[in-house]
């Protein structure tokens, strides 16, 4: 069964004209399954929800994409008018941004939101469009009641619940969750992750989700990808990728968060800065942070990606020797 | 007993606490005069700080935290309750000279440095500031300390920020700007209000890093607050544990960290992300419930409506703060 979704060497830059100032994302491959959490992490800048925006249809100008494309169900979304898109948006592939609870209208009632938003897709009153949207706030578990209310009566978890379901009311079969629980407690964060786990696997969707909290993915995300000043560095299995982290960032970012418990020692997080994306330097975008860099190497040639098992890649020097021996 | 006044302070080795609060309370009337509520957002809160002492206090949003910071800092007034530091108690209504000489001792670390740096201030202005207004250094070797203690506080090299803007800052060097303008005052105890949550988590470590390094070189007592277990963890030495505007648990950090005993502090042990926290495995229960409504808690435990183990006494008396071990102290019914 090909893919839901399927990015492919996908290079997006950002400029009103060519050449573009800033390239953000670079040759980024990516593959989502019906049903399948991937997750992307990286830090700010790292390119991640410019990828997101691009494989949902939502880059806007100056951003463009420059090669590579984007196929949801064999549809190359780059070459989709923005009617087409506008088609495809909510009923197919929806996304929830960050701090989305500001996203609702204040001064509409949640249910006339929906109404519009699925009114916009044909879907009237009279198809029973109040009984689908209700159902949807069963299973985001939000008690019927607020269906009338006005956002600010909500609590903040509550609308984030309101967004997540305005994102699902029309059932669509890719979802991209940009930062969604970043602003709320962990308890509150916690429950939304709950039921966000038990919808995919209810309703069948594919996720991606955007996270600089690496921990969180690896609780959630089937697969995860860590980005690095545009690149896809490591791509593997969520289990996988916390068990054996390959690429030295990935162990870097690993090290970002204090363990729950243990002795407490001293932990040295990533040192220095990211790149700066106008002026990248040329080899590996990471030598200059990297404790492992290979003098001469990193530096200068561009680290090849290396499959180390099925599943499992990276984009680094320090595997290519064993690429060798595998090919 | 409902009062946990009166109860022995955590340590009497002679020397008084850096900082000392007892019974501190605040109430906020909101709502139309006629109908007003109260909002009960800090209640009864008994703790101190030793000197050179890290306390973690952890909690959800609505906790008290920051209103705890505040009222320490003195931004906000508390309803009833002693503040003392080194053993002084700051009055009611402090005089002018009073307040200034209490905030040259407390400072305080904002959570959002985005908003807590004016945009039109220079970071020599800003830093410059409390070295000024406390008269700390002589206008002639002002330039010089505004250099140290961004030196001190990672940003070098200091002379090529003395003279940029917020703006041109990122939210990593914004808080180390915030953190030079805290210790330029010279305090013995710092109050950071969650001072990482607004950063990348690379860039998290790092300034947790930096308090933690200053705050032994300098021998402070910092007060750390966040809703991040893990980081309460790194930080502190002692952790408290709040909820509707109490302490639920207290105690020495790796304490609390593995055998927290109070309900609250098991259900925040579940909720932090991270594939090493096993107690999810077969947890006893799970994330359920809203936070409290602070305008009509109820007269029991406040998270008696939430608790999987309530009882009928939860319900009807507010449980004492008592002892479980070594200066391990838990607001329960099930330990009493």
């Not at chain 2, 479980?324 to 329960?332: E, N, T």
């Amino acid at each position: 069964m090909p893919p839901l979704l399927e990015i492919s060497e996908l290079t997006i830059g950002y400029g009103w004209q060519p050449p573009p100032s800033v390239i953000a994302v670079r040759g980024v491959s990516l593959s989502v399954a019906a049903g399948e959490i991937v997750g992307i992490a990286g830090e700010s800048g790292c390119g991640k929800t410019t990828l997101a925006l691009a494989a949902a249809g939502l880059l806007d100008p100056p951003g463009r994409v420059l090669s590579g494309s984007v196929s949801y169900q064999g549809t190359d979304l780059t070459s989709l008018s923005a009617n087409e898109l506008r088609h495809l948006h909510l009923a197919e592939i929806s996304m929830v941004f960050q701090a989305s609870m500001n996203v609702l209208n204040p001064i509409m009632r949640i249910r006339d939101q929906f109404h519009d938003a699925m009114a916009a897709h044909g879907v009237h009153s009279s198809d029973g469009a109040r009984q689908q949207a209700e159902e949807t706030f069963d299973l985001v578990k939000i008690p019927r009641r607020f269906f009338d209310a006005y956002p600010h009566q909500l609590s903040g978890g509550m609308r984030q619940r309101a967004v997540i379901a305005l994102a699902i009311v029309l059932r669509p079969k890719l979802l991209f969750l940009d930062e969604p629980t970043t602003a709320l407690d962990v308890v509150v964060q916690r429950s939304i992750l709950q039921s966000l786990d038990e919808l995919r696997h209810q309703l069948g969707f594919g996720v991606v989700f955007i996270t600089h909290d690496l921990s969180l993915l690896v609780e959630i995300a089937d697969r995860i990808a860590i980005m690095y000043a545009g690149a896809l560095v490591e791509e593997a299995p969520g289990r996988e990728l916390h068990e054996k982290p390959c690429h030295p960032y990935t162990t870097a970012l690993m090290s970002c968060f204090p363990p729950l418990g243990g002795p407490r020692q001293r932990l040295q997080g990533i040192p220095g800065q990211p790149p700066d994306l106008r002026n990248l330097p040329k080899g590996c975008p990471f030598a200059l942070r990297c404790p492992e860099v290979i003098a001469g190497t990193c530096e200068a040639v561009d680290p090849p990606t290396v499959w180390l098992d099925g599943d499992h890649r990276v984009l680094c020097h320090l595997f290519g020797e064993k690429a060798a021996d595998v090919g | 007993m409902v009062s946990t006044l009166g109860l022995p302070a955590e340590t009497s080795e002679g020397a008084s606490p850096e900082l000392e609060v007892r019974g501190l309370t605040k109430n906020y009337s909101i709502g139309r005069i006629g109908r007003q509520k109260v909002v009960r957002a800090l209640s009864e809160v008994d703790l101190s700080v030793e000197k050179g002492e890290v306390i973690g206090l952890v909690g959800e949003s609505g906790s008290g935290k920051t209103t705890f910071a505040r009222m320490v800092v003195f931004l906000e007034r508390p309803t009833a309750g002693e503040i003392l530091v080194g053993g002084r108690t700051l009055p009611r209504r402090p005089s002018a000279h009073r307040l200034r000489e209490h905030r040259r001792e407390v400072q305080m670390i904002f959570q959002d440095p985005y908003s807590s740096l004016d945009p039109r201030n220079s970071v020599r202005y800003s830093v410059a500031r409390p070295l000024r207004s406390f008269g700390l250094v002589p206008r002639s070797a002002e330039r010089e300390a505004v250099e140290e203690l961004l030196d001190q506080v990672g940003l070098v090299p200091a002379v090529g920020f003395l003279r940029r803007y917020p703006h041109e800052l990122s939210g990593g060097q914004r808080q180390r700007v915030g953190i030079a303008r805290a210790l330029a005052a010279q305090p013995s105890l710092i109050l950071a209000d969650e001072p990482t949550s607004m950063l990348d988590v690379s860039i998290r470590l790092t300034i947790m890093n930096l308090l933690l390094d200053l705050q032994r070189s300098r021998s402070l007592s910092l007060v750390f607050i966040t809703h991040d277990l893990g980081a309460a963890n790194y930080m502190s030495d002692r952790i408290a544990i709040m909820y509707a505007g109490r302490i639920q648990e207290i105690g020495p950090a790796s304490v609390v960290m593995s055998e927290p005993k109070h309900p609250y502090t098991q259900l925040l042990h579940q909720a932090a992300p991270g594939p090493e926290n096993e107690r999810r495995q077969g947890a006893p229960f799970e994330a359920k419930g809203d936070p409290p409504d602070l305008t009509s808690l109820p007269p029991g435990c406040p998270f008696a409506p939430r608790c999987p183990f309530v009882q009928a006494r939860c319900r009807e008396a507010l449980p004492a703060l008592r002892q479980v071990g070594a200066a391990h102290r838990v607001r329960c019914v099930l330990y009493d």
